[in-house]
């Protein structure tokens, strides 16, 4: 069978957005243009598409320890969240040849750009959130 050679870009777009949408007002953020997701791949290293398999049902998970993090070189403001499920799917796209820019994988869901004065030690209380089937295409 041919090989499919391609970066990708990975990831699963939520379902409830509710509760981030009303966190980001009231953090006076304003929400991004395009719809809250986690990325569970950006690689603009090669890997054979055909052979990743694509995780086609919904998954809800109750975010573990939530807290807003500046990341992007501190200009992006996320909430950062434990999630074994998604760390297992990150490490298998890893190993299956996709590149990761950071030192390590965080699960997180970008709220917009940070601002100064938010508090970043502040308790998050996050229900569980529910992400769509993984979404894939070429990085940009």
């Keep these: 069978m041919k090989r499919d050679m391609r970066g990708i870009h990975i990831g699963r777009k939520l379902e409830n957005p509710e509760q981030l949408k009303d966190l980001a007002f009231n953090l006076n953020v304003a929400a991004p243009r395009k719809p809250f997701h986690v990325t569970l791949a950006y690689s603009r290293r090669k890997v054979d598409w055909k052979a990743i398999r694509p995780h086609t049902s919904n998954m809800i998970i109750r975010p573990l320890n939530p807290r807003l993090e500046r990341l992007g070189?501190?200009?992006?403001?996320?909430?950062?969240?434990?999630?074994?499920?998604?760390?297992?799917?990150?490490?298998?796209?890893?190993?299956?040849?996709a590149a990761w820019d950071y030192p390590q994988y965080k699960p997180h869901i970008s709220l917009g750009r940070y601002r100064r004065g938010i508090d970043l030690d502040q308790p998050l209380e996050i229900d569980p959130l529910i992400f769509g089937p993984e979404y894939r295409k070429e990085p940009k």
């Design 73 to 97: 070189g501190g200009s992006v403001l996320a909430v950062v969240f434990g999630c074994y499920p998604l760390v297992d799917r990150w490490q298998e796209l890893c190993d299956l040849g």
